[in-house]
């Protein structure tokens, strides 16, 4: 089936043929008629599949068919997203796919002032994106009324549960009129997340993509067994090899980030970090910067990364294996192969991370393939780094300086022991 066989108006295929989006993929396939139909939706999925244009096709086809009949203010669509990033890349896709409709988007989100975002509130909005802790802020407040709205939309219902909004997800059908529609995505799924959707859904159609395998098949991943002081040589080399690829660089913790970021300034490689420490304008400088290409490495920590569709990535580092959950990975990866395109993730593993390693792949239900550097070229590496050409030039520089001054000063013992005589 085609984008062009949807009884969807030509303003929304126009735009899915300027993103060269020909056919759904498969949660999209699933989920985009019988929404259409009016029916409740619960999915399991997670980000590359496609699932943000699986529910923003068909709201904005509903309410722009609304939109067609008579003039109806308020907002109509509420979606719900744990992260301002990912608020962000929603309302981004509302944008692009609705750019030709009436439809209007906002984001809303915490940790900037909340003032030009009531402004934009004041104006009108059809459909609002939001961060839980800013969407209840500003309903209590009274500048969100949702009075009106058809739709609303959880998704990564998970990561909004592991971030404590439990109580305020249930509570949000208080706000809502009685009827309406929900659709609520998680990419996994467990007793608790069950519970809250059945409170939310009523009779909901199941999707459920790839539950066995959770990597998406377009990505190829593999592993390579790196001790932990000699990761940064093997990224350097990396780099340098791939001279014009996308690279995403996960890391573990916020100081590690910087550290490999220092590590490849040392080396002339030009990086750029994102983690919990980084304020919210320059995150989106940041993000932007890696999105048009002006940076072409992006080291990121997990909370940071989590949901962020960056379009292009052509490979994925896992420069430190995930702490402790082995499901990190799979969101890890699926940063790359995004859409129908092709990705590569490549893991460093250490030693004292195989025990995380076996986690994953029991995960993962495989083993990941293994890519052997022999000894040879695992000291080659490590001896073509800029890093160490540079210590040994310093090294020799600092030798040949000793041995210079030692020159000199059994020069002036020879001299003073030529006067005593
Ligand atoms: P998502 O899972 O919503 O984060 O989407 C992952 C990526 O898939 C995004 O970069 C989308 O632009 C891309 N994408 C979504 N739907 C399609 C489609 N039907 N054909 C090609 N690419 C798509």
Known sequence: MKFD???????????????DYK??????????????RGEDVLAIAQTGTGKTAAFVIPILEMIQRRKNKQRIDGIKCVVMAPTRE???QIAEVFDTIGKKTQVKTLAVYGGVEQDPQIKKLEKGVDVLVATPGRMFDLINQLHIQLRRVDYLILDEADHMLDLGFYKDIEDIKKYLPGKHQTLFFSATINKKIKKLAHSLVSNPIRIQ????DPVSKNVEHSVT?????DKRFFLEQFIKDEKEAKILVFVRTKVRAERVRSAMDRVEIHTETIHGDIVQQHREKVLNNFKTGKNRVL?????????IDIPDVDFVINYDLPDEHPETYVHRIGRTGRGKKKGIALSFCSESEKEMLSKIEEFVTKKI??????????HDIMFSSSEQADSIASMMQEIEEVEAFRKKKAGKKKAKKNKKK
């Open 23 to 36: 056919r759904p993929t498969d949660i999209q396939y699933k989920a985009i008629s019988p929404i259409l």
């Open 225 to 229: 067994f790196i001790e932990m002081n």
């Open 86 to 88: 990912l608020v962000v």
């Open 209 to 212: 993509i790839s539950p066995k």
């Open 299 to 307: 080291i990121a920590t997990d909370v940071s990364a989590r949901g």
């Open 369 to 378: 393939k293994v890519l052997d550097i022999s000894k040879d070229d695992y």
């Open 5 to 19: 066989d949807y009884h969807i108006t030509e303003r929304i295929k126009e735009q899915l043929r300027k993103l």
